[in-house]
């Protein structure tokens, strides 16, 4: 079955400090992968994408994430990280469904702090 | 251009109740999704449609359904709500079935009492 694995239920940082949010998944085709960030009270917001190529995708905000086949992970990672970046984050992998339809899958998420 | 937009914001109802949630897909996308996301837990997938048809379901209850109209928007219908209903209602919008982009819209927190 697929599935998504974020094992940080909460990670708090130092403002300026580097970050890495794990994510692992379980999937028997090639993985589709996203990362979305949530504020409080907000939707969800698309920060990058994995489909093909370099395993290695810049997103928005200064975030990027490495696919490693060989480890079934999607870490997300960040250099500085600044107080606005206090929200909870999401990995999801996308599944095909019949008739060319699609679904995503989410993890329970990794919620930040960032500490001053 | 507006992206997704979602009515209303938030909504209390009583057990056993009904309720009608609305999203308005980003301009010029004709695929929407609905997500459940209950606390502290990641989205749901509940449902899609296309071309105003029912296209995949997840676990879901029939006490669950929706609608799509010819202009893409859509409604969430939840019949006999129960107390474990409650949660935040994400609605998605995409192109052509598409999921390499879906766009979410601020959700509708539900309660249910």
């Known amino acids: 079955a697929q599935s998504v694995t974020q094992p940080d239920i909460h990670i708090t940082v130092s403002e300026g400090a580097s970050l890495e949010l794990r994510c692992n998944y379980s999937y028997g085709a090639t993985p589709y992968l996203f990362w979305y960030v949530q504020s409080p009270g907000q939707g969800l917001q698309l920060l990058l994408k994995y489909f093909s190529g370099d395993t290695l995708v810049q997103g928005i905000k200064g975030f990027e994430a490495e696919f490693k086949r060989s480890q079934s992970s999607f870490n997300l990672r960040k250099p500085s990280v600044h107080w606005s970046d206090a929200a909870e984050y999401f990995c999801?992998?996308?599944?095909?469904?019949?008739?060319?339809?699609?679904?995503?899958?989410f993890g329970a998420g990794t919620r930040l702090a960032v500490h001053p | 251009d507006a992206g997704v937009t979602q009515s209303p914001t938030h909504l209390i109802k009583t057990r056993g109740q009904q309720v009608t949630l609305r999203c308005s897909p980003k301009?010029?996308?004709?695929?929407v999704s609905w997500y459940q996301q209950a606390l502290g837990q990641g989205p749901q997938f509940i449902f899609q449609y296309y071309e105003e048809e029912e296209r995949q379901r997840g676990n879901f209850p029939d006490r669950f359904s929706g609608h799509q109209y010819p202009n893409y928007s859509s409604e969430l219908n939840v019949n006999a709500l129960l107390l474990g209903d409650s949660a935040l209602y994400l609605c998605?919008?995409?192109?052509?079935?598409?999921?390499?982009?879906?766009?979410f819209g601020p959700g509708t927190r539900l309660t249910v009492t």
């Open positions: 998605a919008s995409s192109l052509d079935r598409g999921w390499k982009e879906q766009y």
């Open positions: 301009s010029g996308h004709d695929t």
């Open positions: 999801a992998v996308g599944v095909l469904l019949s008739g060319g339809y699609n679904k995503l899958i």
